[in-house]
């Protein structure tokens, strides 16, 4: 087995290892998953990367170029720190949207304050609903 060879068998194994990772975990990786193409074939579950940001595959789909998972909704839901509520990585606030919202438990950072979100699907603003302070 040629060096090419053995390097491109190890990178489908770091990308298949990846999948199996927890959002919290993934998060921290972002370069461990794939960026998104159009014309891939996704699956239920899978993590892919758009721009900065990492997606998780939320139906089974053919990529095209109009559904980027920034414009995508129903395709993709972005991964944002903070959810899983983990003491560990406590991220700061990033406005959801209706498929990615924080679930009760998780915990962000936002205007120099720690809240954790009190409600299941909380889209909103840590200070005007669902959320309490963590003093």
């Known amino acids: 087995m040629d060096f090419l060879e053995m390097a491109r068998k190890i990178r489908q194994m770091i990308l298949d290892q990846a999948q199996t990772m927890s959002d919290e975990e ?21 993590r892919v990367r758009y721009g900065e940001d990492l997606y998780k595959v939320l139906q089974a789909h053919t990529s095209q170029d109009d559904w980027t998972p920034d414009n995508a909704p129903s395709l993709f839901a972005q991964i944002l720190p903070g959810q899983e509520g983990s003491d560990e990585e406590i991220g700061e606030w990033v ?10 438990g998780d915990k962000v950072t936002h205007n120099g304050k720690t809240w954790v979100s009190i409600i299941d699907n909380n889209v909103w603003e ?10």
């Open 26 to 46: 993934a998060i921290d990786v972002p370069f461990a998953y794939p960026r998104w193409k159009s014309g891939v074939e996704y699956d239920t579950g899978e």
């Open 95 to 104: 406005q959801p949207g209706s498929t990615n919202p924080y679930m009760k």
């Open 126 to 135: 840590p200070g005007i609903y669902g959320w309490e302070e963590i003093v």
